[in-house]
Nanobody, 119 residues
Framework: VQLVESGGGLVQAGGSLRLSCVSS????????MGWYRQVPGKERELVAT????????NYADSVKGRFTISRDNAKNAMYLQMNNLKPEDTAVYYC?????????????WGQGTQVTVSP
């Protein structure tokens, strides 16, 4: 399974970006998908997750009300709409897929996409 992120870039504070993650595997529709981010010297942190059917989402307090996670299982794709970006949102953003099928677990990561928010 490959997860490929795109959509990162440089934006001014208050601006918006939309990240995308596309999966090559057949496990996508069974996976809880998530976005995580990491800055140098710090641990990777959860940004948002979405259940396989898309019915339940979860957000870090720091992004609630600004970021929206969504998915399209027909396209094996997940998205993160980021609005009102702040300099502290600067990080490498990673796509993650977790799941289990007949007690066989999986946990896949993308290569990351850089998001830089200037003051």
């Amino acid at each position: 399974v490959q997860l490929v992120e795109s959509g990162g870039g440089l934006v001014q504070a208050g601006g918006s970006l939309r990240l995308s993650c596309v999966s090559s595997g057949s496990t996508f529709s069974r996976s809880t998908m998530g976005w995580y981010r990491q800055v140098p010297g710090k641990e990777r942190e959860l940004v948002a997750t979405i259940t396989p059917g898309g019915g339940i989402t979860n957000y870090a307090d720091s992004v609630k009300g600004r970021f929206t996670i969504s998915r399209d299982n027909a396209k094996n794709a997940m998205y993160l709409q980021m609005n009102n970006l702040k300099p502290e949102d600067t990080a490498v953003y990673y796509c993650n897929a977790k799941g289990k099928f007949f007690a066989i677990p999986w946990d896949y990561w993308g290569q990351g996409t850089q998001v830089t928010v200037s003051p």
